[in-house]
């Protein structure tokens, strides 16, 4: 992996590149937040953990690739998610046999060491993206893992792999109740509604656009959260192409699948985090 790659969604924020695609990566104004497009429309904000992952071919084959350590400062608008953090790195799970996988929403992972400087990350999905949403059920800690607060999970599908990069939102500002199931449906709803509207952005056959006029609207769709693995489906969406070659080629050095289904009577125990690749 070259010295300059970054993780998919994600990269060091540089304020003396001009030259930066805002299309993939977001602008950073002079106090360093979210830069608004022209009549972009702010539809909330908060702090929360983020973490990235690629998915494999089914849900339970999850790999954690990256995490923003503490709270994540994350803006939804009408068209897009966008986040920025700064004063820290960006860190990433340790390589080796003797790194242990740890759940999702603690963001306690072996970290390198912190690097000299005050570093700002910023990174975004745009609603052309995500292909479907996904809520992860709270859990109560056991023996061999914390306790874990409902995380939402955006899922975009990429060219020429099966591999599938997803953004986590958990704890802050989701962490009382109701509050992640909140954001999620604020999400979908922005998400249909952009596409409806952006007939030039994405292309749209007649049962595609009857199904976003339903996630445009009111209804909760709780068969599809009462199942994570289902999730709600977002047609139209827009394949994510790798900047980076490691994206496709390199392996994780030891995965773990998640979620991992319990036994009938029991709760399905989600996301426990396998060894990181390298992203771009």
Same mark, same amino acid.
Do not use: K
């Given at each position: 992996?070259?010295?300059?790659?970054?993780?998919?969604?994600?990269?060091?924020?540089?304020?003396?590149?001009?030259?930066?695609?805002?299309?993939?990566?977001?602008?950073?104004?002079?106090?360093?937040?979210? %830069?608004?497009?022209?009549?972009?429309?702010?539809? !909330?904000? +908060?702090?929360?953990g983020l973490s990235?992952?690629?998915?494999?071919?089914?849900? +339970?084959?999850?790999?954690?690739?990256?995490?923003?350590? +503490?709270? *994540?400062?994350?803006? *939804?608008?009408?068209?897009?998610?966008a986040f920025v953090?700064?004063?820290?790195? &960006?860190?990433? *799970?340790?390589?080796?046999?003797?790194?242990? $996988?740890?759940?999702?929403?603690?963001?306690?992972?072996?970290?390198?060491?912190?690097?000299?400087?005050?570093?700002?990350?910023? +990174?975004?999905?745009?609603?052309? !993206?995500?292909?479907?949403?996904?809520?992860?059920? %709270?859990?109560?800690?056991?023996?061999?893992?914390?306790?874990?607060?409902?995380?939402?999970?955006?899922?975009?599908?990429?060219?020429?792999?099966?591999?599938? $990069?997803?953004?986590?939102?958990?704890?802050?500002?989701?962490?009382?109740?109701?509050? %992640?199931?909140?954001?999620?449906?604020?999400?979908?709803?922005?998400?249909?509604?952009?596409?409806?509207?952006?007939?030039?952005?994405?292309? &749209?056959?007649?049962?595609?656009?009857?199904?976003?006029?339903?996630?445009?609207?009111?209804?909760?769709?709780?068969d599809e959260l009462?199942?994570?693995?289902?999730?709600?489906? &977002?047609?139209?969406?827009?394949?994510?192409?790798? &900047?980076?070659?490691?994206?496709?080629?390199?392996?994780?050095?030891?995965?773990?699948?998640?979620?991992?289904?319990?036994?009938?009577?029991?709760?399905?125990?989600? !996301?426990?985090?396998?060894?990181?690749?390298?992203?771009?």
């Amino acid at each position: 992996m070259s010295t300059d790659a970054s993780p998919f969604f994600i990269r060091p924020h540089r304020f003396d590149d001009p030259g930066e695609d805002d299309r993939t990566y977001p602008r950073l104004d002079g106090r360093r937040q979210i %830069a608004l497009d022209a009549s972009e429309r702010v539809l !909330w904000r +908060g702090r929360v953990g983020l973490s990235g992952y690629l998915l494999g071919p089914r849900m +339970g084959n999850g790999v954690l690739h990256w995490s923003l350590p +503490g709270r *994540v400062e994350v803006t *939804v608008t009408d068209r897009r998610l966008a986040f920025v953090r700064e004063g820290s790195h &960006l860190e990433r *799970v340790a390589a080796g046999a003797d790194a242990d $996988p740890e759940p999702l929403s603690t963001g306690r992972h072996r970290r390198r060491p912190p690097r000299a400087g005050n570093r700002v990350a910023a +990174g975004q999905v745009r609603w052309q !993206w995500p292909s479907r949403l996904h809520l992860l059920p %709270a859990a109560a800690a056991t023996a061999y893992a914390p306790a874990r607060p409902e995380q939402v999970l955006l899922v975009c599908d990429s060219l020429r792999t099966i591999r599938q $990069p997803a953004l986590a939102l958990a704890g802050g500002d989701l962490g009382t109740p109701g509050a %992640a199931r909140d954001l999620l449906h604020l999400v979908r709803r922005a998400i249909a509604r952009f596409r409806l509207a952006h007939s030039g952005t994405v292309e &749209l056959s007649p049962p595609e656009r009857d199904a976003l006029t339903s996630r445009a609207g009111s209804r909760l769709f709780a068969d599809e959260l009462a199942d994570p693995d289902r999730g709600i489906q &977002l047609p139209g969406s827009l394949v994510i192409e790798f &900047l980076h070659r490691d994206d496709y080629y390199r392996r994780a050095a030891r995965s773990q699948p998640s979620p991992t289904r319990a036994p009938r009577t029991g709760t399905p125990e989600y !996301w426990r985090s396998g060894q990181p690749g390298s992203a771009s």
